[in-house]
């Protein structure tokens, strides 16, 4: 069986930082690309970042860039997302989520619950 | 970017009615050499993540049930439920994945009149 469990998130003030993970398991994780995912309390689904299969190539949404970095280890089965300068709006519940190949063409068939960052002072 | 646009942003169906949402992109999300619509569709039950329920525009994921289906080629896409269950009631997203950064619908919340 699938699963993937986010930790890390937290209250952080601006300015701060923090990296999340995705502990991945039930499947070859070094085969399938994954993307974070985030939800803002009370709102939709925005795509934040995505990385390939190897981890050689990620790209980020605009409005992270050069703040938050995405990672992966397959010999951990691990993806990171790494936050800094953080934002008030970046506050939501961020979920990793498993692409159906290893390309990050293709529909995310497994999500994990998600972790809440909120960031206030 | 492209734009999802959904349509309506919330709905209200009787059960065992009939449920369409519209999905419509700013560009195509048509890939001219698989012929594929890298288009998907999600359901998102309150406290739940979100859940494949169709991809390459009209392709139904493993395990999900046949009244749910998809339609559509390039910029226009919808999503039908045939014949709604009390368990239906969730919030649906169109997302492309044709073009990065990958981009979502606003999400339209299905309902039982």
């Known amino acids: 069986e699938v699963q993937l469990l986010e930790s890390g998130g937290d209250l952080v003030q601006p300015g701060g930082s923090l990296r999340l993970s995705c502990a991945a398991s039930g499947f070859t994780f070094s085969n399938y690309a994954m993307s974070w995912v985030r939800q803002a309390p009370g709102k939709g689904l925005e795509w934040v970042s995505g990385?390939?299969?190897?981890?050689?190539?990620?790209h980020h949404a605009d409005f992270v860039k050069g703040r938050f970095t995405n990672s992966r280890d397959n010999s951990k089965n691990t993806l990171y997302l790494q936050m800094n300068s953080l934002r008030a709006e970046d506050t939501a519940v961020y979920h990793c989520?498993?692409?159906?190949?290893?390309?990050?063409?293709?529909?995310?068939?497994?999500w994990g619950q998600g972790t809440l960052v909120i960031v206030s002072s | 970017d492209i734009v999802m646009t959904q349509s309506p942003d919330s709905l209200a169906v009787s059960l065992g009615e009939r449920a369409t949402i519209n999905c419509k992109s700013s560009r195509s999300v048509l890939y001219s050499s698989d012929n594929k619509s890298y288009l998907a569709w999600y359901q998102q039950k309150p406290g739940q993540p979100p859940k494949l329920l169709i991809y390459?525009?009209?392709t139904r994921e493993s395990g999900v049930p046949d009244r749910f289906s998809g339609s559509g080629s390039g910029t226009d896409f919808t999503l039908t439920i045939s014949s709604l269950q009390a368990e239906d009631v969730a919030v649906y997203y169109c997302?492309?994945?044709?073009?990065?950064?990958?981009?979502f619908g606003g999400g339209t919340k299905v309902e039982i009149k």
């Open positions: 390459w525009a009209s």
């Open positions: 989520a498993k692409h159906q190949l290893g390309s990050r063409y293709s529909g995310a068939d497994h």
């Open positions: 997302q492309q994945y044709y073009s990065l950064p990958f981009t």
């Open positions: 990385i390939d299969s190897s981890g050689g190539d990620t």
